[in-house]
């Protein structure tokens, strides 16, 4: 990622989640967080179906490469690979952390809570 700030350089981390962005679409809410100076940008919500959730994702990385900022799915190890993503979040009840890194390299990004 050249020219990109790492990680403890971001200021603005946002989250799309359509059942939080009051009838927005991710790529609605994505294009207003590029617009207004968002660092990277994140996909919630994608628990759905796998080709929905993969098409929305290949928009966001598009949106996201085109802007230059890192994209990171939500709990979606397999749409994040899909899609091209920078890098995936996982959390308690996901695949453990070591495995997630283990299938995704040591080049992408890797969030777990």
């Known amino acids: 990622m050249p020219d990109r700030p790492s990680p403890g350089?971001?200021?603005?981390?946002?989250?799309?989640?359509?059942?939080?962005?009051?009838?927005?679409?991710?790529?609605q809410v994505a294009e207003a967080a590029i617009?207004?100076?968002?660092?990277?940008?994140s996909a919630a919500g994608q628990g759905g179906l796998q080709r929905s959730a993969l098409r929305v994702a290949m928009?966001?990385?598009k949106l996201t490469r085109d802007a230059n900022i890192p994209?990171?799915?939500n709990d979606r190890l397999d749409i994040a690979l899909a899609a091209g993503?920078?890098?995936v979040?996982?959390?308690?009840?996901?695949?453990p952390a070591s495995?997630?890194?283990?299938i995704m390299g040591p080049d992408r990004i890797l969030g777990f809570r």
């Open 35 to 41: 617009l207004g100076g968002a660092d990277v940008l």
């Open 9 to 27: 350089q971001w200021r603005l981390y946002v989250i799309t989640d359509e059942k939080a962005s009051r009838g927005r679409s991710h790529l």
């Open 85 to 87: 993503a920078d890098g």
């Open 99 to 102: 495995v997630v890194r283990e």
């Open 71 to 73: 994209f990171i799915v």
């Open 89 to 95: 979040h996982v959390g308690q009840t996901d695949l």
């Open 59 to 61: 928009q966001l990385r």
